[in-house]
């Protein structure tokens, strides 16, 4: 998968908790985009980010979500006061390219979240 | 509404089998992707379509694109066990002049030896 990482692989969380997902493009990527996969569902787009800046959020609920990419270190994908509605597969992928017509997308493995 | 529909949604062949994986949308897209996700796992690109009337092949898989840019298939040709997973569509579509990125619900393809 191009060297997406993505950590950790599995979380669990008691309803309440907060949840810190996070992803660290392939090198030189510095574009990043988060998407939930819910069972029996397909993937749905949420944030994407570059370097320091949120472009497009339109996917990210409005409460308790937020995600940042620091100029330093892996992208961050938050989820404060869990909710069992919030256990899902939540994957990161990058791109070379800015978010045009003509992107691949490398995707990490992802981190599949578990809400108690 | 599902903006990108595939089917089927599940399939079962047996080794050596052709199948075919449909991915439909009501309206133009900008670029037509293909992946492969094993169960459990993240997904993997397979091929980009972007021009219409496009096709490609890689190894035993081809895809192609209609001419007016709203349907793809995937074909593999003498399935194996090594095909198996889910395969989802992915498609750029412009939404008020931003491009926005959809995938279907996927495909999961069993194959059995």
């Known amino acids: 998968n191009a060297g997406v990482m993505q950590n950790p692989r599995h979380l669990v969380r008691r309803r309440g908790q907060e949840a810190r997902l996070r992803c660290s493009p392939v090198k030189g990527h510095s574009h990043v985009y988060w998407y939930r996969q819910l069972p029996e569902e397909g993937l749905k787009f949420m944030v994407y980010l570059q370097k320091e800046n949120i472009i497009d959020e339109s996917g990210m609920p409005k409460e308790r979500f937020s995600a940042e990419f620091p100029k330093e270190g892996p992208s961050i994908l938050r989820i404060q006061q869990v909710v069992r509605g919030d256990s899902a597969a939540y994957f990161c992928?990058?791109?070379?390219?800015?978010?045009?017509?003509?992107?691949?997308?490398?995707f990490g493995a992802g981190t599949r979240l578990s809400v108690l | 509404s599902q903006e990108l529909e595939q089917s089927p949604q599940s399939l079962i062949v047996q080794e050596g089998k052709n199948l075919t994986i449909n991915c439909t949308s009501s309206?133009?897209?900008?670029?037509l992707y293909w992946y492969k996700q094993k169960y459990g796992e993240g997904l993997i690109f397979l091929m980009m379509l972007q021009k219409g009337g496009e096709e490609k092949s890689h190894e035993k898989i081809t895809a192609k694109l209609d001419e007016k840019k709203q349907q793809s298939s995937l074909h593999i040709t003498a399935s194996q066990p090594s095909h198996a997973g889910i395969y989802l569509c992915?498609?750029?579509?412009?939404?008020?002049?931003?491009?926005?990125?959809?995938f279907g619900t996927g495909t999961r393809l069993k194959v059995l030896a």
């Open positions: 309206k133009t897209l900008y670029g």
């Open positions: 992928a990058s791109s070379p390219l800015p978010h045009l017509a003509k992107n691949i997308q490398y």
């Open positions: 992915g498609a750029v579509r412009d939404t008020s002049g931003t491009y926005k990125y959809i």
